[in-house]
């Protein structure tokens, strides 16, 4: 009996000491390079700069797809001639951009894109949620030329998950736009 009890009391006096401290929080650490860029220019009717991190794959019809093979994602770039469907094109951008809705928490724009002197007009729509694009803009000199970017991840969409991701992509995607210029 002796022996339990002095266990017991010097089990109690060990393991007596500091207080009991949860663990923070653990926070995912992703490390994405500097964004850096480059020209991409080729027999396309325009020009701007892409993240070096990116490889582009040319497609027919003017069209390209800018794919991040670390990301596993890419950003789909289609082009359209204006020629009095101007209309009609916005109106189909935005269409895309809204059938998101189904699965997007919000989507929300940035203020109108102008660039005067390059003839660039353009707006962005950030998609929040499990949508499956997570980005898109679209751009026009108004007369000539329309550009529509959508970016999408080849995988099932996660936002919280894709969320640093599209973080990283979306500079590029602006940068995209900033950096736009027709060809004559």
């Known amino acids: 009996m002796y022996r339990y009890v002095l266990m017991f009391l010097v089990l109690a006096f060990v393991s ?17 390079p500097e964004n ?8 396309r009717p325009y020009l701007f700069e892409i993240s070096s991190e990116s490889n582009v794959q040319e497609l027919p019809e003017n069209w390209l797809k800018i794919k991040y093979p670390k990301l596993k994602a890419s950003v789909d ?14 109106m189909e951008a935005e269409k895309l951009v809204f059938e998101h809705t ?5 989507i929300s724009n940035t203020e109108n894109f102008i660039d005067e002197q390059k003839r660039v007009f353009g707006k962005m729509f950030f998609i929040h949620g499990n949508a499956a694009s997570q980005v898109q803009f679209h751009v026009t000199d108004s007369v000539k030329h329309f550009l529509k970017a959508s970016l ?32 004559e």
């Open 16 to 32: 007596c000491g500091s207080e009991t401290i949860p663990k923070p929080k653990a926070y995912l650490s992703l490390n994405y």
């Open 36 to 43: 850096k860029y480059k020209v991409f220019e080729s027999e």
């Open 77 to 90: 770039i289609t082009y359209r001639p204006v020629s009095d469907n101007l209309k009609e094109l916005l």
């Open 102 to 106: 189904i699965k997007a928490d919000n």
């Open 152 to 183: 999408f991840f080849y995988t099932k969409p996660n936002y919280d998950s894709v969320l640093p991701a599209v973080d990283y992509i979306k500079k590029d995607m602006i940068h995209m736009m900033e950096t736009l210029q027709w060809k």
